[in-house]
Protein backbone atom coordinates (compact mmCIF):
# COMPACT_ATOMS: atom_id res chain seq x y z
CA UNK A 1 0.00 0.00 0.00
CA UNK A 2 3.04 1.95 -0.08
CA UNK A 3 3.60 2.73 3.64
CA UNK A 4 7.23 2.04 5.02
CA UNK A 5 7.25 -1.22 6.68
CA UNK A 6 9.78 -2.62 8.79
CA UNK A 7 8.95 -6.10 10.46
CA UNK A 8 11.13 -9.04 11.20
CA UNK A 9 9.84 -10.78 7.99
CA UNK A 10 11.11 -8.23 5.81
CA UNK A 11 14.06 -8.95 3.71
CA UNK A 12 16.15 -5.66 4.26
CA UNK A 13 18.62 -6.42 1.43
CA UNK A 14 18.57 -2.57 0.13
CA UNK A 15 17.71 0.62 1.95
CA UNK A 16 14.82 1.90 1.44
CA UNK A 17 12.98 5.54 2.21
CA UNK A 18 9.84 6.63 2.95
CA UNK A 19 7.20 7.56 0.05
CA UNK A 20 7.96 11.62 -0.56
CA UNK A 21 11.40 11.64 0.67
CA UNK A 22 12.98 10.38 -2.04
CA UNK A 23 12.48 13.82 -4.29
CA UNK A 24 13.94 15.52 -1.46
CA UNK A 25 17.23 13.78 -0.91
CA UNK A 26 17.71 13.64 -4.70
CA UNK A 27 17.98 17.13 -4.81
CA UNK A 28 19.71 17.18 -1.18
CA UNK A 29 22.71 14.52 -2.65
CA UNK A 30 22.83 16.52 -6.14
CA UNK A 31 23.52 20.04 -3.82
CA UNK A 32 25.92 17.89 -2.09
CA UNK A 33 27.95 16.96 -5.53
CA UNK A 34 28.16 20.83 -6.75
CA UNK A 35 29.48 21.85 -3.07
CA UNK A 36 31.80 19.36 -3.35
CA UNK A 37 33.29 19.53 -6.84
CA UNK A 38 33.43 23.22 -6.30
CA UNK A 39 35.10 22.94 -2.62
CA UNK A 40 37.48 20.98 -4.94
CA UNK A 41 38.45 23.20 -6.94
CA UNK A 42 38.83 26.25 -5.02
CA UNK A 43 41.00 24.42 -2.63
CA UNK A 44 43.21 23.53 -5.77
CA UNK A 45 43.20 26.72 -7.58
CA UNK A 46 42.96 29.64 -4.71
CA UNK A 47 44.65 27.38 -1.32
CA UNK A 48 47.08 24.82 -3.18
CA UNK A 49 48.97 27.20 -5.45
CA UNK A 50 50.45 29.73 -2.57
CA UNK A 51 50.41 26.43 -0.45
CA UNK A 52 52.80 24.60 -2.89
CA UNK A 53 54.98 27.84 -3.34
CA UNK A 54 55.13 27.96 0.66
CA UNK A 55 56.35 24.53 0.10
CA UNK A 56 59.13 25.01 -2.02
CA UNK A 57 60.34 28.13 -0.28
CA UNK A 58 60.76 25.87 3.00
CA UNK A 59 62.15 23.57 1.30
CA UNK A 60 64.55 25.05 -0.52
CA UNK A 61 65.85 26.45 2.52
CA UNK A 62 65.13 23.20 4.87
CA UNK A 63 65.11 20.03 2.99
CA UNK A 64 62.59 17.45 3.87
CA UNK A 65 63.94 15.04 6.29
CA UNK A 66 62.78 12.08 4.22
CA UNK A 67 65.58 11.26 1.29
CA UNK A 68 62.67 9.92 -1.11
CA UNK A 69 60.44 12.60 -0.93
CA UNK A 70 63.71 14.95 -0.97
CA UNK A 71 64.55 13.12 -4.34
CA UNK A 72 61.18 13.49 -5.64
CA UNK A 73 60.99 17.29 -5.27
CA UNK A 74 64.41 18.27 -6.04
CA UNK A 75 64.35 21.21 -8.15
CA UNK A 76 67.07 22.94 -10.26
CA UNK A 77 68.25 26.10 -8.32
CA UNK A 78 66.78 28.31 -11.46
CA UNK A 79 63.33 26.71 -10.69
CA UNK A 80 63.36 26.59 -6.96
CA UNK A 81 63.73 30.28 -6.92
CA UNK A 82 60.03 31.71 -5.95
CA UNK A 83 60.33 34.05 -8.42
CA UNK A 84 60.64 31.55 -11.57
CA UNK A 85 57.26 32.03 -13.21
CA UNK A 86 57.51 35.62 -13.06
CA UNK A 87 60.81 35.29 -15.33
CA UNK A 88 59.69 32.51 -17.14
CA UNK A 89 58.96 33.12 -21.01
CA UNK A 90 55.85 32.11 -22.18
CA UNK A 91 55.87 28.38 -23.46
CA UNK A 92 54.35 26.68 -26.31
CA UNK A 93 51.54 24.58 -25.09
CA UNK A 94 52.72 21.23 -26.95
CA UNK A 95 56.07 21.83 -24.61
CA UNK A 96 56.86 18.52 -22.19
CA UNK A 97 55.98 19.84 -18.74
CA UNK A 98 59.38 21.00 -16.79
CA UNK A 99 60.55 19.01 -13.50
CA UNK A 100 58.52 22.34 -11.51
CA UNK A 101 55.34 21.18 -13.08
CA UNK A 102 56.30 17.07 -11.60
CA UNK A 103 57.37 18.75 -8.25
CA UNK A 104 53.55 21.02 -7.77
CA UNK A 105 51.82 17.63 -8.78
CA UNK A 106 53.89 15.83 -6.21
CA UNK A 107 53.26 18.40 -3.88
CA UNK A 108 49.39 18.33 -4.14
CA UNK A 109 48.90 14.81 -3.86
CA UNK A 110 51.16 14.79 -0.50
CA UNK A 111 48.62 16.91 1.19
CA UNK A 112 46.62 14.86 2.86
CA UNK A 113 44.07 17.41 3.37
CA UNK A 114 43.68 17.77 -0.53
CA UNK A 115 42.89 13.87 -0.28
CA UNK A 116 40.36 14.27 2.26
CA UNK A 117 38.31 16.89 -0.32
CA UNK A 118 38.54 14.74 -2.99
CA UNK A 119 37.14 11.60 -1.54
CA UNK A 120 34.14 13.37 -0.19
CA UNK A 121 33.72 14.85 -3.52
CA UNK A 122 33.96 11.28 -5.01
CA UNK A 123 31.65 9.61 -2.41
CA UNK A 124 29.30 12.61 -3.32
CA UNK A 125 29.40 11.41 -7.17
CA UNK A 126 28.71 7.50 -5.87
CA UNK A 127 25.92 8.49 -4.15
CA UNK A 128 24.54 10.24 -7.17
CA UNK A 129 25.42 7.52 -9.38
CA UNK A 130 24.78 4.12 -7.61
CA UNK A 131 20.85 3.28 -7.38
CA UNK A 132 19.65 1.57 -4.55
CA UNK A 133 22.28 1.93 -1.25
CA UNK A 134 23.89 4.82 -3.17
CA UNK A 135 23.50 7.43 -0.30
CA UNK A 136 25.06 5.78 2.18
CA UNK A 137 28.06 6.58 0.47
CA UNK A 138 27.18 10.35 1.84
CA UNK A 139 28.13 8.55 5.80
CA UNK A 140 31.61 10.02 4.47
CA UNK A 141 30.71 13.82 5.24
CA UNK A 142 30.34 13.12 8.84
CA UNK A 143 33.99 13.49 9.09
CA UNK A 144 33.77 17.23 8.21
CA UNK A 145 33.19 18.06 11.62
CA UNK A 146 36.89 17.40 12.00
CA UNK A 147 37.67 20.02 10.31
CA UNK A 148 35.38 22.66 12.38
CA UNK A 149 36.84 21.43 16.11
CA UNK A 150 40.07 22.22 16.91
CA UNK A 151 40.12 19.65 19.85
CA UNK A 152 38.99 16.85 17.30
CA UNK A 153 42.30 17.92 15.01
CA UNK A 154 44.32 18.24 17.99
CA UNK A 155 43.27 14.79 18.96
CA UNK A 156 44.10 13.35 15.11
CA UNK A 157 47.37 15.58 15.32
CA UNK A 158 48.63 13.59 18.57
CA UNK A 159 48.24 10.49 16.58
CA UNK A 160 50.11 11.71 13.48
CA UNK A 161 52.78 13.93 14.73
CA UNK A 162 54.97 11.22 16.43
CA UNK A 163 54.74 8.20 13.71
CA UNK A 164 58.33 7.18 14.27
CA UNK A 165 57.74 6.24 17.85
CA UNK A 166 54.07 4.64 17.29
CA UNK A 167 54.69 2.11 14.65
CA UNK A 168 58.13 1.39 15.82
CA UNK A 169 56.29 0.61 18.78
CA UNK A 170 53.28 -0.91 17.11
CA UNK A 171 55.89 -3.20 15.01
CA UNK A 172 57.38 -3.99 18.70
CA UNK A 173 53.79 -5.31 19.87
CA UNK A 174 53.44 -7.31 16.06
CA UNK A 175 56.39 -8.91 17.00
CA UNK A 176 55.69 -9.69 20.49
CA UNK A 177 52.14 -11.03 19.20
CA UNK A 178 53.89 -13.27 17.17
CA UNK A 179 56.37 -14.74 19.84
CA UNK A 180 53.45 -15.62 21.54
CA UNK A 181 51.80 -17.32 18.95
CA UNK A 182 54.62 -19.46 18.27
CA UNK A 183 54.99 -20.22 22.04
CA UNK A 184 51.37 -21.37 21.83
CA UNK A 185 51.63 -23.54 18.47
CA UNK A 186 54.21 -25.20 20.30
CA UNK A 187 52.75 -25.59 23.84
CA UNK A 188 49.15 -25.26 23.58
CA UNK A 189 47.75 -26.38 19.85
CA UNK A 190 44.74 -27.95 21.08
CA UNK A 191 43.86 -25.41 23.95
CA UNK A 192 42.58 -21.96 21.84
CA UNK A 193 39.72 -20.67 21.01
CA UNK A 194 37.12 -17.39 20.38
CA UNK A 195 35.14 -19.03 22.38
CA UNK A 196 33.37 -21.15 24.26
CA UNK A 197 30.77 -23.66 22.37
CA UNK A 198 26.99 -23.42 22.78
CA UNK A 199 25.73 -25.93 25.32
CA UNK A 200 22.38 -27.61 24.47
CA UNK A 201 20.87 -30.16 26.76
CA UNK A 202 24.38 -30.58 28.78
CA UNK A 203 26.05 -31.50 25.31
CA UNK A 204 28.18 -29.21 22.94
CA UNK A 205 27.12 -28.15 19.75
CA UNK A 206 28.12 -29.91 17.04
CA UNK A 207 29.95 -28.40 14.79
CA UNK A 208 31.96 -25.65 17.15
CA UNK A 209 31.54 -22.90 14.82
CA UNK A 210 33.44 -20.70 17.31
CA UNK A 211 36.96 -23.18 18.31
CA UNK A 212 39.78 -21.61 16.48
CA UNK A 213 42.48 -24.59 17.03
CA UNK A 214 45.60 -23.89 16.31
CA UNK A 215 46.59 -26.29 13.04
CA UNK A 216 49.32 -23.59 12.04
CA UNK A 217 51.89 -20.75 13.22
CA UNK A 218 49.60 -18.13 11.47
CA UNK A 219 45.73 -19.11 13.05
CA UNK A 220 47.86 -19.18 16.65
CA UNK A 221 49.34 -15.65 15.79
CA UNK A 222 45.74 -14.62 14.52
CA UNK A 223 43.76 -15.74 18.03
CA UNK A 224 46.39 -14.15 20.16
CA UNK A 225 46.28 -10.53 18.43
CA UNK A 226 42.31 -10.91 17.86
CA UNK A 227 41.80 -12.15 22.06
CA UNK A 228 45.02 -10.27 22.88
CA UNK A 229 43.67 -6.60 21.58
CA UNK A 230 39.93 -6.78 22.65
CA UNK A 231 40.21 -8.50 26.03
CA UNK A 232 43.66 -8.07 26.79
CA UNK A 233 44.05 -11.29 28.68
CA UNK A 234 45.19 -14.40 26.74
CA UNK A 235 44.22 -16.85 29.11
CA UNK A 236 40.25 -16.28 28.04
CA UNK A 237 41.07 -17.85 24.02
CA UNK A 238 42.26 -20.85 26.10
CA UNK A 239 40.14 -23.72 27.21
CA UNK A 240 40.03 -24.26 30.77
CA UNK A 241 38.84 -28.03 30.19
CA UNK A 242 41.42 -28.61 28.48
CA UNK A 243 44.25 -28.59 30.99
CA UNK A 244 43.58 -30.79 34.02
CA UNK A 245 45.92 -31.01 37.42
CA UNK A 246 45.62 -35.10 36.33
CA UNK A 247 47.36 -37.13 33.30
CA UNK A 248 45.24 -39.24 31.16
CA UNK A 249 48.03 -42.02 31.20
CA UNK A 250 47.62 -45.68 32.66
CA UNK A 251 49.16 -46.34 35.65
CA UNK A 252 49.65 -42.36 36.36
CA UNK A 253 46.20 -41.13 37.20
CA UNK A 254 47.03 -39.90 40.35
CA UNK A 255 50.23 -37.66 39.25
CA UNK A 256 49.42 -34.10 38.77
CA UNK A 257 50.21 -32.17 35.27
CA UNK A 258 51.89 -29.39 37.35
CA UNK A 259 54.58 -28.60 34.26
CA UNK A 260 51.71 -27.76 31.59
CA UNK A 261 49.60 -26.25 34.09
CA UNK A 262 52.71 -24.19 35.14
CA UNK A 263 53.44 -23.33 31.53
CA UNK A 264 50.09 -21.86 31.08
CA UNK A 265 49.90 -19.36 33.84
CA UNK A 266 54.03 -18.69 32.90
CA UNK A 267 52.38 -17.55 29.20
CA UNK A 268 49.39 -16.01 30.31
CA UNK A 269 50.78 -13.79 33.02
CA UNK A 270 53.72 -12.86 30.77
CA UNK A 271 51.54 -11.80 28.36
CA UNK A 272 49.55 -9.59 30.40
CA UNK A 273 52.82 -7.86 31.65
CA UNK A 274 54.80 -7.21 28.29
CA UNK A 275 52.18 -6.65 26.18
CA UNK A 276 48.61 -5.41 27.99
CA UNK A 277 50.26 -3.62 30.47
CA UNK A 278 53.68 -2.46 29.27
CA UNK A 279 53.74 -2.34 25.27
CA UNK A 280 50.09 -1.18 25.15
CA UNK A 281 50.53 1.39 27.85
CA UNK A 282 53.56 2.84 26.05
CA UNK A 283 51.40 3.19 22.66
CA UNK A 284 48.43 4.87 24.66
CA UNK A 285 51.37 7.02 26.79
CA UNK A 286 52.99 8.59 23.80
CA UNK A 287 49.42 9.54 22.16
CA UNK A 288 48.62 11.04 25.87
CA UNK A 289 51.50 12.72 26.27
CA UNK A 290 51.57 14.36 22.61
CA UNK A 291 47.76 15.56 23.10
CA UNK A 292 48.95 17.17 26.25
CA UNK A 293 51.99 18.91 24.75
CA UNK A 294 49.52 20.09 21.91
CA UNK A 295 47.06 21.49 24.52
CA UNK A 296 49.92 23.14 26.33
CA UNK A 297 51.36 25.22 23.02
CA UNK A 298 47.19 25.95 21.61
CA UNK A 299 47.13 27.51 25.54
CA UNK A 300 50.59 28.99 25.66
CA UNK A 301 50.04 30.57 21.97
CA UNK A 302 46.58 32.05 23.59
CA UNK A 303 48.36 32.86 26.18
CA UNK A 304 50.52 35.15 24.23
CA UNK A 305 47.84 36.26 21.73
CA UNK A 306 45.51 37.97 24.58
CA UNK A 307 47.99 38.73 27.11
CA UNK A 308 50.80 40.51 25.01
CA UNK A 309 50.91 42.87 21.91
CA UNK A 310 51.95 41.14 18.76
CA UNK A 311 53.78 44.39 17.69
CA UNK A 312 55.70 46.31 20.74
CA UNK A 313 55.58 42.81 23.19
CA UNK A 314 54.39 45.09 26.18
CA UNK A 315 52.34 42.97 28.52
CA UNK A 316 48.69 43.46 28.79
CA UNK A 317 48.60 44.73 32.47
CA UNK A 318 50.74 47.02 31.85
CA UNK A 319 48.05 49.27 29.40
CA UNK A 320 45.30 47.99 31.77
CA UNK A 321 47.32 50.07 34.47
CA UNK A 322 47.88 53.37 32.58
CA UNK A 323 44.47 53.58 31.11
CA UNK A 324 41.37 54.96 32.87
CA UNK A 325 39.02 52.38 32.36
CA UNK A 326 40.96 49.05 32.59
CA UNK A 327 40.66 48.27 29.05
CA UNK A 328 43.19 50.40 27.64
CA UNK A 329 44.93 46.96 26.34
CA UNK A 330 42.15 46.12 23.84
CA UNK A 331 41.88 49.56 22.60
CA UNK A 332 45.68 49.69 22.37
CA UNK A 333 46.07 46.31 19.89
CA UNK A 334 42.71 47.22 18.04
CA UNK A 335 43.89 51.53 17.90
CA UNK A 336 47.34 51.90 18.18
CA UNK A 337 49.31 48.42 17.85
CA UNK A 338 46.31 46.85 14.74
CA UNK A 339 48.80 44.12 13.69
CA UNK A 340 46.00 43.83 10.33
CA UNK A 341 47.31 47.10 9.78
CA UNK A 342 50.66 46.22 9.59
CA UNK A 343 50.21 43.46 7.36
CA UNK A 344 48.03 45.26 5.30
CA UNK A 345 51.12 48.18 5.20
CA UNK A 346 53.43 45.40 3.82
CA UNK A 347 50.96 44.07 1.51
CA UNK A 348 50.71 47.78 0.21
CA UNK A 349 54.24 48.66 -0.41
CA UNK A 350 54.69 45.63 -2.34
CA UNK A 351 51.58 46.42 -4.44
CA UNK A 352 52.79 49.77 -4.58
CA UNK A 353 55.38 51.41 -7.65
CA UNK A 354 59.03 52.03 -6.00
CA UNK A 355 58.81 55.77 -8.25
CA UNK A 356 55.52 56.34 -6.34
CA UNK A 357 56.76 56.24 -2.58
CA UNK A 358 56.66 59.05 0.03
CA UNK A 359 60.19 59.11 2.76
CA UNK A 360 58.53 56.89 5.16
CA UNK A 361 57.23 54.08 2.78
CA UNK A 362 60.84 54.27 1.12
CA UNK A 363 62.72 54.03 4.75
CA UNK A 364 60.34 50.86 5.83
CA UNK A 365 60.87 48.96 2.06
CA UNK A 366 64.62 49.62 1.83
CA UNK A 367 64.36 47.40 5.62
CA UNK A 368 61.80 45.11 4.38
CA UNK A 369 61.69 44.78 0.69
CA UNK A 370 63.78 44.36 -2.44
CA UNK A 371 63.19 44.74 -6.15
CA UNK A 372 63.35 41.30 -8.19
CA UNK A 373 66.35 41.53 -11.05
CA UNK A 374 66.79 39.59 -13.84
CA UNK A 375 69.96 37.78 -13.89
CA UNK A 376 70.92 38.27 -17.66
CA UNK A 377 69.36 41.20 -18.57
CA UNK A 378 69.58 43.45 -15.12
CA UNK A 379 66.20 44.70 -15.62
CA UNK A 380 63.66 44.77 -13.03
CA UNK A 381 60.88 41.85 -13.50
CA UNK A 382 57.23 42.59 -13.81
CA UNK A 383 54.69 40.80 -11.85
CA UNK A 384 53.08 38.65 -14.34
CA UNK A 385 49.55 39.15 -12.06
CA UNK A 386 49.60 43.24 -11.82
CA UNK A 387 51.83 43.79 -13.81
CA UNK A 388 53.70 45.87 -11.21
CA UNK A 389 57.71 45.62 -9.84
CA UNK A 390 57.96 42.85 -8.40
CA UNK A 391 59.03 42.87 -5.04
CA UNK A 392 59.72 40.02 -2.33
CA UNK A 393 60.55 40.09 1.27
CA UNK A 394 63.96 40.24 2.42
CA UNK A 395 65.38 37.06 3.89
CA UNK A 396 67.02 39.30 6.73
CA UNK A 397 64.59 42.13 7.71
CA UNK A 398 65.45 45.16 9.91
CA UNK A 399 62.54 45.31 12.00
CA UNK A 400 63.36 48.11 13.74
CA UNK A 401 61.48 50.01 12.47
CA UNK A 402 58.43 48.18 14.48
CA UNK A 403 57.73 49.95 18.01
CA UNK A 404 59.70 47.88 20.36
CA UNK A 405 59.06 47.81 23.92
CA UNK A 406 57.26 51.28 22.80
CA UNK A 407 54.06 52.59 22.66
CA UNK A 408 52.35 56.34 22.21
CA UNK A 409 49.98 55.67 24.92
CA UNK A 410 52.32 54.88 27.30
CA UNK A 411 54.38 57.90 27.22
CA UNK A 412 54.41 60.14 30.70
CA UNK A 413 52.96 56.71 32.46
CA UNK A 414 56.30 55.44 33.58
CA UNK A 415 57.20 54.47 36.97
CA UNK A 416 59.66 56.56 38.89
CA UNK A 417 61.93 54.18 38.98
CA UNK A 418 61.96 53.77 35.47
CA UNK A 419 62.23 57.54 35.07
CA UNK A 420 65.24 57.94 37.49
CA UNK A 421 66.75 54.96 35.79
CA UNK A 422 66.20 57.42 32.60
CA UNK A 423 67.82 60.17 34.10
CA UNK A 424 71.03 58.59 35.55
CA UNK A 425 71.17 57.33 31.97
CA UNK A 426 71.17 60.96 30.68
CA UNK A 427 73.46 61.84 33.35
CA UNK A 428 75.96 59.15 32.27
CA UNK A 429 75.88 60.05 28.31
CA UNK A 430 76.56 63.73 29.03
CA UNK A 431 79.32 63.13 31.64
CA UNK A 432 80.89 60.82 28.73
CA UNK A 433 80.90 63.63 26.31
CA UNK A 434 82.18 66.06 28.68
CA UNK A 435 84.98 63.84 29.32
CA UNK A 436 85.48 62.93 25.35
CA UNK A 437 85.68 66.97 24.95
CA UNK A 438 88.11 66.93 27.50
CA UNK A 439 90.29 64.11 26.21
CA UNK A 440 90.42 65.78 22.49
CA UNK A 441 91.76 68.57 24.57
CA UNK A 442 94.22 67.42 25.62
CA UNK A 443 95.49 65.28 22.80
CA UNK A 444 95.22 68.05 20.84
CA UNK A 445 97.51 70.29 23.70
CA UNK A 446 100.15 67.33 23.38
CA UNK A 447 100.36 67.24 19.59
CA UNK A 448 100.80 70.44 19.36
CA UNK A 449 103.61 70.88 21.47
CA UNK A 450 105.27 68.17 20.20
CA UNK A 451 105.11 70.02 16.69
CA UNK A 452 102.53 67.49 15.14
CA UNK A 453 99.03 68.26 13.48
CA UNK A 454 96.33 67.79 16.02
CA UNK A 455 93.50 65.49 14.91
Known amino acids: DGSFIC????????????????????ALIWLQCVLALT??????????????????????????????????????????????????RKRPWYLAPMRIDVVR??????????????????????????PGDGPMFLLIQLLEVFNHSMVLQNVIRSITSRPNALLQTGGMALIMYY?????????????????????????????????????????????VFDIGMRTGDLGEAMADDQITWKVDVPGMENES?????????????????????????????????????????????????SGKCFICGIDRFIFDQASAGGNGFENHVSQDHNMWRYLFFHVYLMERDFDDYSGG???????????????????????????????????QQDLLWFPQRDAMCLAGQGSSEDQALAEQLEGLERNSAVAVV???????????????TPT
Open 438 to 452: QLTAKMDSILAARGQ
Open 105 to 130: GIYMLSDLRFWGITLQAIFSLLALMI
Open 257 to 305: DRYLMLFKMVYTFLFYIMVTTILMNIIFGIIIDTFAELRERKEHTESLI
Open 361 to 395: ESYVSEKTLQLVKDADTHETVMDIDTGRELKISKQ
Open 179 to 223: FFGVIGFVLFPEMFQFERADIMGGRKQEPNNNGARCTTIWKCTLV
Open 39 to 88: RLWWYAVERGEPLINQRIEQHRINPPTSRLFAWLVRLPPEQSDPTFRHKL
Open 7 to 26: GDAEDLTTARVKPGWKELLD
